[in-house]
């Protein structure tokens, strides 16, 4: 056999953390903002074809978390968009594993195209992003803030 390199590759299990805040949020179905944190643990595939696949399209990188969440967040940040997009806020907190399964659902085949597989997902904070992030400028952002201003002055007069 001929070698062309030599790639250190580590099977072990990497936790990659993404956040997406204030103006980065995500933008639920009813056009509300999100703040997240999602913990993805990811590992190269324990088989040949993985490992090759691993060492062809991501190299040592596999042995950095940051390096390797640098290559895979964009990844990451549109599965999440995607997901966020197809449930309200509240659908977000109350069913967080059916968020969570989505999540794994669209991103799991694009890792395998680096030879990675996805172990697991955590939503490890879920809140809605302050106002002052919304821009009243922005269609989605303005409907949202629509509907955050409603809410809020129908709770308020409710307490009172």
Do not use: C, W
Request: charge should be negative; aromatic fraction near 4%; proline fraction near 3%.
């Amino acid at each position: 056999p001929i070698y062309h390199e030599i790639s250190p590759i580590t099977l072990t299990t990497l936790h990659l953390e993404v956040s997406r805040a204030t103006v980065d949020s995500l933008i639920t179905k009813d056009r509300m903002r999100v703040d997240v944190v999602v913990a993805f643990f990811v590992r190269v595939k324990p088989s040949v074809e993985g490992i090759a696949t691993a060492a062809q399209t991501l190299g040592q990188r596999t042995l950095s978390p940051e390096d390797l969440r640098m290559l895979v967040e964009d990844k990451f940040v549109d599965a999440l968009r995607a997901t966020a997009a197809q449930m309200t806020m509240h659908e977000l907190q109350d069913t967080r594993e059916n968020f969570v399964q989505g999540v794994q659902n669209t991103v799991a085949e694009d890792l395998s195209k680096n030879g990675l597989e996805l172990e697991s997902v955590s939503l490890t904070n879920f809140n809605q992003t302050s106002k002052e992030h919304f821009n009243p400028n922005n269609a989605f952002d303005a409907e949202g803030l629509t509907k955050l201003t409603q809410e809020t002055e129908r709770r308020r007069r409710e307490r009172n």
